[in-house]
């Protein structure tokens, strides 16, 4: 059964940091694409990152380019959302989410060619 799990969220003031994880069980995650999305109360899911199979490519939202980096560690099947400074407008539910490659990477953000989703993740930006 392929599944993602997803770690790391938690409450933190504006401008720290937090590092999420999204490990998968059941299959390889490393020949999967691997995006994250943000959703909050009332608004529609957005898209903020994504990384390609090999680790080699990679496409940020305007929103949190420069203060988020994606990556992989091939080591432990998991891929990572390292965030720094952090807004309260990034407060969220953040998912990660999975699909066999290749696919183009600018059309990542749609969430409709992804077909193995995380639990979700809240990332609370508050002082």
């Known amino acids: 059964q392929e599944q993602l799990v997803e770690s790391g969220g938690g409450f933190v003031q504006p401008g720290r940091s937090l590092r999420l994880s999204c490990d998968a069980s059941?299959?390889?995650?490393?020949?999967?694409?691997v995006a994250w999305f943000r959703q909050a109360p009332g608004k529609e899911r957005e898209g903020l990152a994504c990384i390609n199979g090999g680790g080699t490519r990679t496409n940020y939202a305007d929103s949190v380019k420069g203060r988020f980096t994606i990556a992989r560690d091939n080591a432990e099947n998991t891929v990572s959302l390292q965030m720094n400074y952090l807004k309260p407008e990034d407060t969220a539910g953040f998912y990660c989410a999975a699909v066999r490659d290749p696919i183009l990477l600018g059309g990542c953000f749609a969430p409709g060619i992804y077909d193995f989703w995380g639990q979700g993740a809240q990332v609370t930006v508050s002082s």
């Open positions: 059941g299959f390889n995650l490393n020949y999967y694409a």
